[in-house]
């Protein structure tokens, strides 16, 4: 089996909304719903969880219900926590994919964020490729950028070769198996601390492999992101126009 998890249970402090940012609209659609979109359309998945947070579960199902025929929503299962932490909210939902499907050695899971929209097929159908292959895999894209470290306050104290710097996307391919055994390695204090869900992996001696990213693959946080994101979006409508 090949499951999708869309993580859209943050509250999206920074983008200055009353309601989390993976509810705000782009264009005529909430952004979790192109993310949904995304995932149906790839044909890619068995069964897509929606991780969201206890106190929009209702407002959840109301947008399916809204946006998706019956056939398609079968394939669209809630899961909920009131965690707000990506980490956590992973793992509630990974126990749930669990609880009710029982668990296979070659079961694999792809976990998105619900605020990157505009994730391809092709992103999602390589991340699966790899993680096949080598158990886990994410997403990610060369930095155009010199990166640099700060050791000391205000002060660049280390710059690394672009060439080899690479900046994480999502989604995150793994086996099934090998993830809940990674995320109950750890406290609970340990996983909301957590960075990223690969610094889970890497810290363990774990080789995370990359798989095709791509700029467009963004992921809307601030005002500006879903301003940039609206202009995307008439961009690409008016290119198939022609």
């Known amino acids: 089996m ?3 998890i869309i993580l859209a249970g943050g509250k999206g402090k920074r983008m200055g909304s009353t309601i989390p940012k993976q509810y705000l609209r782009l264009k005529e659609k909430p952004i979790v719903i192109w993310t949904i979109d995304a995932f149906l359309k790839s044909k890619l998945f068995d069964v897509i969880y929606l991780m ?3 106190n929009w579960k209702s407002h959840s199902m109301e947008l399916l219900k809204k946006y998706y025929t ?3 929503s079968t394939k669209i299962r809630i899961c909920t926590n009131n965690c707000n932490n990506r980490t956590l909210s992973l793992k509630d939902a990974i126990d749930t994919v669990i609880k009710e499907n029982g668990i296979k050695t ?3 899971v792809i976990s998105h964020d619900a605020v990157r929209p505009f994730v391809s097929c092709k992103i999602l159908n390589d991340c699966i490729f790899h993680t096949e292959r080598a158990q886990i895999a994410m997403a990610a894209v060369l930095s155009s950028e010199t990166m640099y470290m700060s050791e000391s306050e ?3 104290t280390k710059s690394f070769n672009r060439n080899k710097c690479y900046i ?3 989604p995150l391919g793994c086996k099934l198996n090998l993830l809940h055994h990674i995320l109950h390695s750890y406290s609970i204090d340990e996983l909301r601390n957590a960075t990223a869900v690969s610094q889970l992996f890497i810290n363990r ?3 995370v492999k990359m798989s095709y990213g791509e700029e467009n693959n963004f992921k809307i946080t601030t005002p500006k992101d879903l301003a ?3 202009f995307y979006v008439e961009n690409i409508n008016t290119n198939l126009k022609q």
């Open 106 to 108: 070659d079961d694999i």
């Open 154 to 156: 205000g002060v660049l």
């Open 2 to 4: 090949i499951y999708g």
């Open 205 to 207: 001696n774990i080789d």
């Open 70 to 72: 019956f056939q398609e």
């Open 228 to 230: 940039f994101a609206e």
């Open 168 to 170: 994480g996307q999502s």
């Open 52 to 54: 969201v947070n206890d």
